[in-house]
T-cell receptor, first 116, second 110 residues
């Protein structure tokens, strides 16, 4: 158990819909990261937040957005869903923001999104 | 694009050492080598990292060549629970963005 929690575990929805994935980081961690893992693209970094501020952006679609709240939990919002958005979505957390040694990321169990 | 090259799959007998190679010939001086693994569809798990010296922790050892162009992750006594996809990642010091490649699927057999 990494200490990172994600809800829900599974989500099934239809094309065109909007969903929200939730992540609670490990106690004391200020950075939160979102990754997407699909069969054809592998594990891809989406976005990072540190203490409520966006820190780094990766291959995140404009239909996707995220935020980190004052209690440090984070939400990933996916809208206008398409079949290709079906994937595992992982959240990770770490103590510090970018850079430095020892800033390992601890991953949650993931949310499996299925778009029908 | 991933900066590392790994064999797609490897087998190892239970109780033997598993040696997983990684090529990172374009690594620069401010980049670390990180290893993560993913068991089935669980979240990736951090294993170890290093810069230029060999490193060891309770999970594994990391051997980095002197020119830093390749490295080997060693699981000294592989168990069935070590069956997973192992990712070798080159991470610049100034970013936390992890760029995962396709990894090596390690199968430990009895």
């Amino acid at each position: 158990d990494s200490g990172v929690t994600q809800t829900p575990k599974h989500l099934i929805t239809a094309t065109g819909q909007r969903v929200t994935l939730r992540c609670s980081p490990r106690s004391g961690d200020l950075s939160v990261y979102w990754y997407q893992q699909s069969l054809d693209q592998g594990l891809q970094f989406l976005i990072q937040y540190y203490n409520g501020e966006e820190r780094a952006k990766g291959n995140i679609l404009e239909r996707f957005s995220a935020q980190q709240f004052p209690d440090l939990h984070s939400e990933l919002n996916l809208s206008s869903l398409e079949l290709g958005d079906s994937a595992l979505y992982f959240c990770a957390s770490s103590v510090r923001p970018a850079g430095g040694v020892g800033n390992e990321q601890f991953f949650g169990p993931g949310t499996r999104l299925t778009v029908l | 694009d991933a900066k590392t090259t790994q064999p797609p799959s490897m087998d190892c007998a239970e109780g033997r050492a598993a040696n997983l190679p990684c090529n990172h010939s374009t690594i620069s001086g401010n980049e670390y080598v990180y290893w993560y693994r993913q068991i089935h569809s669980q979240g990736p798990q951090y294993i170890i990292h290093g810069l230029k010296n060999n490193e060891t922790n309770e999970m594994a050892s990391l051997i980095i060549t002197e020119d830093r162009k390749s490295s080997t992750l060693i699981l000294p006594h592989a168990t069935l629970r070590d069956t997973a996809v192992y990712y070798c990642i080159v991470r610049p010091l100034y970013t936390d963005k992890l760029i995962f490649g396709t990894g090596t699927r390690l199968q430990v057999f009895p």
